[in-house]
């Protein structure tokens, strides 16, 4: 059975809209077809697809290259069997910082020293300092959540 996937079609390095395409395929070829001329086609097992990022699917059609930006994605990665998008590349997640706020306002407190004025005991308290680093941490963070969601 025969399946037909309508699309654009660019060769590599090409950065315009594309060529109007339909990609047509069965059990062993695939077809790409342009305003009723057949551009080429290849036998199935000799063909590579891969995702190459927001619908559009990197393929090696025998040794030629094309990208192909079908009007569905997730039917053609479906048919195709293959994942809508590109695999995320190993380790990416744990390349990323993460933060520990508990860290850095231990930290923070660590470092502070209590104001005193001469013969009078400390002024600010270790509660006070970490209630006060505590709410202008909450506070920064509520900040900054309004100023993304803007």
């Given amino acids: 059975?025969?399946?037909?996937?309508?699309?654009?079609?660019?060769?590599?390095?090409?950065?315009?809209?594309?060529?109007?395409?339909?990609?047509?395929?069965?059990?062993?070829?695939?077809?790409?077809?342009?305003?009723?001329?057949?551009?080429?086609?290849?036998?199935?097992?000799?063909?590579?697809?891969?995702?190459?990022g927001k619908g559009s699917f990197q393929m090696d059609l025998a040794g030629e290259l094309v990208s192909f930006v079908p009007e569905s994605p997730s039917a053609f990665a479906e048919a195709m069997t293959i994942p809508l998008s590109p695999e995320p590349r190993a380790g990416a997640e744990d390349q990323r910082p993460k933060y520990d706020y508990d860290a850095a306002i231990d930290e923070v407190i660590a470092r502070v020293t209590?104001?005193?004025?001469?013969?009078?005991?400390?002024?600010?308290?270790?509660?006070?300092?970490?209630?006060?680093?505590?709410?202008s941490t909450m506070v920064i963070a509520g900040v900054a959540t309004v100023s993304v969601m803007l």
């Fill in 114 to 135: 209590p104001l005193t004025e001469a013969g009078h005991d400390d002024l600010l308290t270790k509660p006070i300092l970490v209630g006060i680093v505590g709410l």
């Fill in 1 to 52: 059975m025969s399946r037909v996937f309508r699309g654009t079609v660019n060769l590599p390095g090409e950065t315009a809209d594309g060529l109007n395409a339909s990609l047509e395929m069965d059990d062993e070829i695939i077809r790409l077809i342009a305003g009723g001329d057949e551009l080429g086609s290849w036998e199935r097992a000799r063909c590579n697809v891969v995702p190459s």
